[in-house]
């Protein structure tokens, strides 16, 4: 019996693990994670787990596949035999070499090959367990895994794939859409938006390709975002780093906000409702009767106050007086005393 869904989104627009038709799986990244490679990096993208190494530049053995005027870019792509439910023969497969290949060429344009003539810059990427979308997880992981290794590049590449399932254009598929849908269009593009890979399997509309291509547009400029945050946390200053810390506060803060004055404006909006409801169920006669009623309260107590006022300042009078009583008795015992003598 097949595991296919009935259905891969709702009538809400809702996919099976709960995503927005445009909207890529959660990813983080950590570079730096081997230390006896020149650079690296581990990266996660829904449930997939993805590490890549990058060694060299170097010397190239065998001589003879030396470049004589640039460095050789080697990308091995390879899946661990634990990394799906059905053990993966260890060892290179038709799919890995083809991977392999395409993943290499789709770093062709950045990497400033010519400043190592001669040499070989080794790009390693283990999938560790995979959920669809491995080779595009696996080059996000690469890019950073070079530029860790101080690889002079022009810029970064992103992957993301997008494919289709119950008739519709989905972002970054996962397992079910990607095994049980329509197509899968997997593609790679620098920051300038140069399309650097693109393969693809299933059918698909020229139309549907061409919407295809700005959903991944979309989804690589957040790829992009990630892995720049990613290399500010690595190799950032105190400042910098401050600078993006300020600047995803500020963002939390304003989504904050956003939510406090919706929920003000709500409530504003239910007081409003509610008083409105109390004026048409009220009795204006009852109303006469309650302000009335307010009013003769607000009396009573301004006049308490008063009375509790003059009170008061009776009091005072009367200690000052009986302060000033001794000083006269004084005086007349002084004066009593003058008088006897
Ligand atoms: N897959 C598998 N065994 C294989 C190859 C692939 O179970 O030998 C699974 C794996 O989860 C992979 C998914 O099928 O991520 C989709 O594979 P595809 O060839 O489309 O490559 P990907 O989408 O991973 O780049």
Not at 10 to 31: A, F, K, Q, S
Not at 126 to 138: S, W
Request: charged content about 35%; hydrophobic content about 35%; overall charge negative.
């Amino acid at each position: 019996m097949s595991d296919k869904p009935e259905k891969f989104i709702d009538e809400n627009g809702i996919r099976l693990d709960g995503r927005r038709v445009d909207e890529i799986r959660p990813m983080t990244v950590e570079m730096g994670v081997l230390t006896r490679a020149d650079g690296s990096c581990y990266l996660e993208w829904g449930n997939n787990k993805v590490l890549a190494a990058v060694y060299g530049p170097r010397e190239l053995h065998p001589r003879r596949l030396q470049r004589p005027g640039e460095a050789l870019v080697r990308y091995r792509y390879n899946m661990a035999a634990f990394s799906v439910e059905d053990r993966i023969r260890p060892g290179p497969s038709r799919r890995s070499t083809e991977i392999s290949k395409v993943s290499g060429e789709a770093f062709e344009p950045v990497v400033m090959k010519q400043f190592y003539p001669s040499a070989v810059i080794d790009v390693f990427a283990e999938v560790l367990q995979a959920d669809a979308g491995t080779r595009t997880a696996a080059i996000n992981a690469a890019t950073l895994a070079l530029v860790d290794a101080g690889i002079p590049m022009k810029g970064l590449v992103a992957a993301c794939a997008v494919g289709k399932v119950d008739g519709q254009l989905v972002l970054d598929l996962n397992k079910p859409e990607d095994n049980y849908g329509d197509a899968d269009l997997p593609i790679a593009m620098t920051e300038d938006g140069d399309i650097t890979l693109l393969q693809m399997d299933g059918n698909l509309t020229v139309e549907e390709v061409n919407k295809g291509i700005e959903m991944v547009r979309e989804g690589c400029e957040q790829i992009f975002a990630i892995q720049k945050a990613a290399l500010l946390e690595r190799f950032g200053t105190a400042e910098e780093e401050e600078v993006l810390e300020d600047a995803e506060l500020q963002a939390e803060l304003m989504s904050e906000e956003e939510e406090v004055s919706e929920a003000a404006e709500e409530e504003d909006a239910v007081e409003e409702s509610e008083d409105l409801e109390a004026a048409e169920t009220e009795d204006p006669e009852d109303v006469e009767v309650e302000e009335a009623e307010a009013m003769f309260e607000e009396d009573v107590t301004e006049f308490e106050v008063n009375e509790e006022e003059a009170e008061e300042e009776a009091a005072e009078v009367n200690e000052e007086d009986i302060a000033s009583e001794p000083e006269g008795e004084e005086s007349t015992e002084e004066e009593g005393e003058k008088y006897e003598q």
